[in-house]
C-alpha cells in the first residue's frame, strides 16, 4: 500500500530539509500563545477588541468548544468597523455553524463573507480560495454535491495559480476534493486523489504530524469502504496513536478514527471491540464542551445499533437505532445520508422482528432522502434497496403462509 510505504519511508528517514521551517512553526505558537494569553486577559477585564475575540474564538474552535467560539465570535462581529475583518468573523461562524450541523445558517454567513471578499481583493486571491473551500465543505455536508464540486473546483484552480503542484497547501486543497468524491461513491477517483496529495503531506509534514494522522484517517476510512479492511486498520491504528500521544486518550477530537476503526473490526466479526470503541467515543462526547457534535453522536449511535444487531441483541441495537435517528434528523436533517442509513438499519431491525410491512415504509423513506443526492451506483442506495426487496420477499412469503 503506498500510505503504508510512505509512513515507513519517513519513519526511517525523516528529512531535516525544513528544519528552518520547524523553527518557525515554534516561534508563531510561542507568539500565538502570548497573544492569546493577552487576549484572554483582556476579555475577563470586559475590554477586548474584535481581533482579539475572533483569536480567542479560534483556540475554542480548535478545542472543538463551537457554543463558546459562537459567542466570541458574535460580540467581534458586533465590534467590526471594516469590512474585512467582518468577512473574517462572518467566515469563521460560518464554520463555527457548519461543525454545529446548522448547516443552512453556515451557507449564509460564508456567502456574506465571500461577498465581502470579493469585493475587498482581486479574483483569484488565496483568501477567496480558503472561503470556496470551506463552503463546498457546507455544501457536502448538506448532500449538495454539485455546488461542492463547483466551490472546490474553483478554490483548487485559485489556490494552484498561488502554489506549486506538489505544494502541501495544494495538498489540502486535494485532500478536500478526494472526500467529496468518496461522499459521492467515486472511490477510485478518490483514492488516486487521496494518494497523490498523502504523499506530499507525509513528505513535507512528516509521518507523527496530527495533520498527517487525519489525513490518514480519511484515507483509511475509503479502504474501509473499499473492504480494504487490514490495510484500513493498520493506518487507524497508526494515525490514533499519533493523536492519543498528543490529545489523551478521552478528547473528542479522537471520535472520528475510533467511528471508522469501530466499524472495520465489525466488519471483521469483532463485535466486542467495536463496542468498546463505539461505548469509549460516545462517553467523550458527553464529557466534551457543549458544542460538541450531534451528528457525530448519531453516527457513533447508528455504528452501535449495527454492532448490536449483529450480535443478536436487538433490543439494545432499536434504542440505539431509534436514539441515532432522532439526534440525526434534528443535526444532519431528514434527507441527509447518515439519516437514511440510521432509517435503513430500523428497517432491518423490523424485518427480523417480522414486521416487513413496516419495515418496506422505513426501506422507502431512507432509499427517498438517499436520491434527492446520491447517484443510483452509490452503495448506501445499494444497501437500502437490499432492505427494501429483503422485506418485500419475505413479506410475500408470510402472506403465502398464512393463506395455507
Not at 85 to 102: E, F, M
Not at 212 to 229: C, E, H, N, P, S
Amino acid at each position: 500500500m503506498k500510505a503504508n510505504s510512505a509512513i515507513s519511508r519517513q519513519s526511517a528517514n525523516k528529512p531535516s530539509a525544513y528544519w528552518w521551517e520547524k523553527v518557525l512553526v515554534v516561534v508563531l505558537f510561542i507568539m500565538a500563545l502570548i497573544y492569546a494569553r493577552s487576549a484572554k486577559a483582556a476579555n475577563e477585564s470586559g475590554v477586548c477588541p474584535p481581533k482579539a475575540l475572533q483569536a480567542l474564538a479560534r483556540i475554542c474552535m480548535s478545542k472543538g468548544e463551537y457554543d463558546k467560539a459562537e459567542t466570541l465570535i458574535d460580540r467581534a462581529l458586533s465590534a467590526v468597523t471594516s469590512d474585512e475583518d467582518k468577512s473574517s468573523c462572518l467566515i469563521d461562524r460560518a464554520w463555527v455553524y457548519k461543525n454545529q450541523g446548522r448547516f443552512s445558517q453556515a451557507e449564509q454567513s460564508c456567502l456574506l463573507g465571500l461577498q465581502l471578499q470579493q469585493k475587498l481583493y482581486y479574483a483569484d486571491h488565496p483568501y477567496i480560495a480558503y472561503t470556496l473551500r470551506i463552503l463546498g465543505s457546507i455544501y457536502q455536508a448538506q448532500g449538495d454535491f454539485r455546488s461542492a464540486t463547483e466551490s472546490f473546483e474553483r478554490a483548487i484552480s485559485i489556490i494552484r495559480k498561488c502554489h506549486s503542484a506538489d505544494d502541501p497547501v495544494v495538498a489540502s486543497f486535494e485532500i478536500d476534493a478526494a472526500r467529496l468524491l468518496a461522499a459521492e461513491g467515486k472511490f477510485d477517483q478518490a483514492e488516486q486523489q487521496y494518494e497523490r496529495a498523502v504523499a506530499v503531506i507525509i513528505d513535507y509534514y512528516g509521518p507523527d504530524n496530527l495533520y498527517t494522522a487525519g489525513v490518514l484517517g480519511d484515507l483509511a476510512k475509503l479502504y474501509y469502504i473499499q473492504g480494504r479492511l487490514d490495510e484500513a486498520q493498520s493506518i487507524l491504528n497508526y494515525s490514533l496513536d499519533i493523536q492519543e500521544k498528543v490529545y489523551g486518550q478521552d478528547n473528542r477530537l479522537l471520535v472520528g478514527n475510533r467511528l471508522t476503526l469501530a466499524k472495520v473490526l465489525q466488519a471483521g466479526r469483532q463485535s466486542s471491540q467495536a463496542r468498546g470503541l463505539l461505548t469509549k467515543a460516545l462517553a467523550s462526547l458527553k464529557t466534551g464542551p457543549a458544542g460538541s457534535s450531534l451528528i457525530q453522536q448519531g453516527e457513533l449511535l447508528t455504528a452501535l445499533a449495527e454492532v448490536e444487531f449483529d450480535s443478536g441483541n436487538f433490543v439494545e441495537a432499536r434504542c440505539a437505532c431509534d436514539k441515532a435517528i432522532d439526534v440525526l434528523e434534528k443535526s444532519a436533517g431528514h434527507n441527509s445520508e447518515l439519516t437514511a442509513m440510521a432509517i435503513n438499519c430500523r428497517a432491518r431491525l423490523c424485518i427480523m422482528q417480522g414486521s416487513f410491512d413496516r419495515a418496506y415504509e422505513f426501506g422507502c423513506e431512507a432509499l427517498g432522502a438517499l436520491e434527492s443526492s446520491l447517484d443510483s451506483s452509490h452503495p448506501s442506495i445499494a444497501a437500502v434497496n437490499k432492505t427494501i426487496l429483503l422485506s418485500q420477499e419475505l413479506g410475500t412469503v408470510a402472506l403465502l403462509a398464512r393463506a395455507e
